[in-house]
């Protein structure tokens, strides 16, 4: 007698590869589905990279030309005029020094000059108002530039 071959999957092999498949999903998922998230923390926390390295490297140009005392003042950087406050980038000049000029459909940007010292904060689009966000404060006598990178609302 000759013996029949099967090919093929019995129904418990199928329901049992449907339900090892619905639990690799289950935790793969939710793993993967807020990039977005990832995404926007990663680019706020590049742009304050991006600041600090701007604001030290104008510093080291403004202290090696004996400018990083003055109130105000100029440093020439890569072929840009950068005003100073002392001696680091001013509110105005940070862009241009960090060379980032910010996509109006990504961020908002808001300058307060009433405040001491001056500061220029970029929101991220997407992230909670200013937990998302970039801040620069212009320096102010004894006290250096500061950076301040808030990713908790991302």
Known sequence: MLKRLVAGFTLIELVLLIVIAGILVAFAIPRY????????????QRIGYDLKSAAAYVHAKAAAGGH??????????????????????DIRSINAAA???????DYTETVDQAV????????????AAGACSVTYAEAVPGRPATVLTTTSGC
């Open 116 to 127: 001491i010292p001056p500061t220029v904060t970029w929101n991220k689009k997407g992230g």
């Open 99 to 105: 060379q980032f000029s910010p996509d109006v459909r």
């Open 68 to 89: 990083d005392r003055n109130p105000a003042g100029t440093v020439d950087v890569n072929d840009r005029r950068i005003a100073i406050r002392y001696g680091y980038p």
């Open 33 to 44: 589905a807020d990039l977005g998230a990832d995404a926007r923390r990663a680019s706020v």
